[in-house]
């Protein structure tokens, strides 16, 4: 049987047993590393990122480009979770009043007195969250399928400049 091919821009499910959900957990700097290059061209709404301080967690909610499912030209976005542990204090930078869409460029780890450190995810347009945390642990979980979409990685990497004094 043949399936009509999808419109360009129009959702298209790829099978999970292709391409299974990934679960992924960071408990030191290199597996953060891991972490941030499946997290490389997130896109998330400020609205979607929390801290729970009694919980001592950050957590945010994404759609997180799928660099394993996307071939060529064919873009593939999961919705996505990732959740980070330990955290004493959270700080933002170079945020509006806006609540635009957000495209993450990094997550980096600084270590500040072992095993207590800093990860700042930084995006696009220059916005920061710096996570104080007593140690590195984190978890990436993919939510749903892996589905097209027409927003392609960004072109430029552009780090922005520290943002907070120490």
Same mark, same amino acid.
Not at 110 to 124: K, Q, V, Y
């Given at each position: 049987?043949?399936?009509?091919?999808?419109?360009?821009?129009?959702?298209?499910?790829?099978?999970?047993?292709?391409?299974?959900?990934?679960?992924?957990?960071?408990?030191?700097? &290199?597996?953060?590393?891991?972490?941030?290059?499946?997290?490389?061209?997130?896109?998330?709404?400020?609205?979607?990122?929390?801290?729970?301080?009694?919980?001592?967690?950050?957590?945010?909610?994404?759609?997180?480009?799928?660099?394993?499912?996307?071939?060529?030209?064919?873009?593939?976005?999961?919705?996505?979770?990732?959740?980070?542990?330990?955290?004493?204090?959270?700080?933002?930078?170079?945020?509006?009043?806006?609540?635009?869409?957000?495209?993450?460029?990094?997550?980096?780890?600084?270590?500040?007195?072992?095993?207590?450190?800093?990860?700042?995810?930084?995006?696009?347009?220059?916005?920061?969250?710096?996570?104080?945390?007593?140690?590195? &642990?984190?978890?990436?979980?993919?939510?749903?399928?892996?589905?097209?979409?027409?927003?392609?990685?960004?072109?430029?990497?552009?780090?922005?400049?520290?943002?907070?004094?120490?």
């Amino acid at each position: 049987m043949n399936e009509a091919a999808p419109l360009a821009g129009q959702a298209q499910n790829v099978s999970p047993a292709v391409n299974p959900p990934l679960r992924l957990w960071a408990l030191d700097p &290199e597996d953060l590393a891991t972490v941030a290059s499946h997290m490389q061209d997130a896109l998330l709404s400020p609205l979607n990122a929390v801290w729970l301080p009694k919980q001592r967690r950050f957590a945010l909610a994404c759609e997180r480009l799928d660099w394993i499912a996307s071939q060529g030209e064919q873009w593939m976005r999961r919705e996505s979770g990732l959740h980070f542990d330990h955290v004493v204090r959270v700080e933002r930078a170079g945020f509006g009043a806006s609540s635009k869409v957000l495209q993450l460029v990094e997550i980096k780890f600084s270590s500040t007195t072992a095993p207590e450190g800093l990860i700042d995810l930084a995006f696009r347009d220059g916005e920061t969250i710096r996570l104080h945390v007593e140690c590195v &642990e984190a978890c990436l979980r993919d939510l749903g399928e892996a589905v097209s979409t027409n927003v392609p990685p960004m072109s430029q990497r552009r780090v922005p400049q520290d943002r907070f004094s120490r």
